[in-house]
Structures are given as structure tokens and as C-alpha cells.
């Protein structure tokens, strides 16, 4: 099977949930896509996903990091130079790619995503909802580790609370991930 030759950090489904919030710590900063951050914008546009008390669900979600960027700034204080996407619009922003790439058939050079997740473990990934790295076959799309595609239909809004305040969050469904995949076709 064809490689990429690259190296992607793992990171842990609970590790990825900590980062669909609002910014709240020191250090932590919004997404780049500032009011335009898909965790406030499918708020209107999903209706099934708000909250009970309606629209109001949506929220500036805080910048995801990769384990060594959080460890650098852990010790040194130190954030990337570039603000980056939150882990939802990165999520969708690694969808679109690879779909792109597979309607246009063209075989992409570099990984589509920074990071893979944990499967097969507990609380962790299923691997058969996972984006596949191959598609016809041979043709690679990509994703050359576990990565989830975004579907907002395994999203919920809700709240946590984080020193004695409470905010709007993401939660994650037990659903298949992938876009078209039998439980994206409910009506």
C-alpha cells in the first residue's frame, strides 16, 4: 500500500472533546474562524442539534492543539504562532479535502489531517466510522491514519461547567461518522 511517509500524533477521543468549548484558561485562544466557527454557526443552521433553549447554543469553540503544541506551551508558555482552526472546523476542513480529492480523483501529496485518533479501545473510536485512507482500491485519499469526518448530525449541544460557570459545548453521538454512511440518512 502506497505512504505518505509521515508521522501523526495520536490523540484520544476525550482529549479531542476537551477542545469543543469556548476558550475560558489562559492560553487558550478562539478559532481562527473567529464568529464564522462552525460550533456557532450550525447552531442556526442544525436546528435539531440547539439546545432546548434554542439558537443561543452556538459558541466561538477554543483552538485545537496537538499534544506537543499543548506541551510546549504547558512548559514554556509558548502558543503557535498562527492561531489555528477549533477541532470541528478542522474536522469539516479535512472532510471537504478528502471528498474533494475523491470526486476529482486526484491522489493528494501530503496527509489531509495533523493528527489520528485512538480505535478499538474504550470510550475511543469504532474503526468502521472512521474516514478510510484508501478508496477504488489503491487510490489513497489522504487520510493515512483513524481520522473522524465531520457530520453534524452526531453532534449534540451542551453545557459544562468549568469553576462554578457554565458553558455551551459539543457532544459527540454514538453514530457511524462517516457523510452518506446509513445513519446520515435519517429523516
Do not use: W
Not at 500524533?9 to 464564522?36: D, H, I, K, N
Request: charged share 20%; aromatic share 8%; net charge neutral.
Amino acid at each position: 500500500m502506497k505512504k505518505l511517509g509521515v508521522s501523526l500524533e495520536v490523540v484520544t477521543r476525550a482529549y479531542l472533546q476537551s477542545f469543543m468549548r469556548p476558550p475560558v484558561f489562559e492560553g487558550e485562544r478562539p478559532c481562527v474562524r473567529g464568529e464564522m466557527c462552525l460550533c456557532n454557526t450550525m447552531a442556526a443552521s442544525f436546528p435539531a442539534m440547539a439546545a432546548p433553549e434554542g439558537k443561543s447554543c452556538g459558541f466561538v469553540a477554543k483552538e485545537f492543539l496537538l499534544p506537543s503544541q499543548m506541551s510546549t506551551y504547558n512548559a514554556h508558555k509558548r502558543l503557535p504562532e498562527f492561531r489555528s482552526l477549533c477541532v470541528i472546523c478542522d474536522r469539516a476542513a479535512v472532510t471537504e479535502a478528502v471528498y474533494d480529492h475523491v470526486q476529482n480523483r486526484r491522489e493528494p501529496l501530503l496527509p489531509l489531517h495533523g493528527y489520528m485518533v485512538e480505535i478499538d479501545v474504550p470510550d475511543g473510536y469504532r474503526r468502521e466510522l472512521l474516514i478510510e485512507p484508501v478508496v477504488c482500491g489503491t487510490r489513497l485519499t489522504g487520510v493515512v491514519g483513524p481520522f473522524p469526518a465531520l457530520n453534524p448530525q452526531n453532534l449534540v449541544y451542551g453545557k459544562v461547567r468549568i469553576d462554578e460557570t457554565v458553558y455551551n459545548c459539543l457532544l459527540e453521538t454514538e453514530t457511524d461518522f462517516r457523510p452518506g454512511s446509513a445513519s446520515t440518512q435519517r429523516i
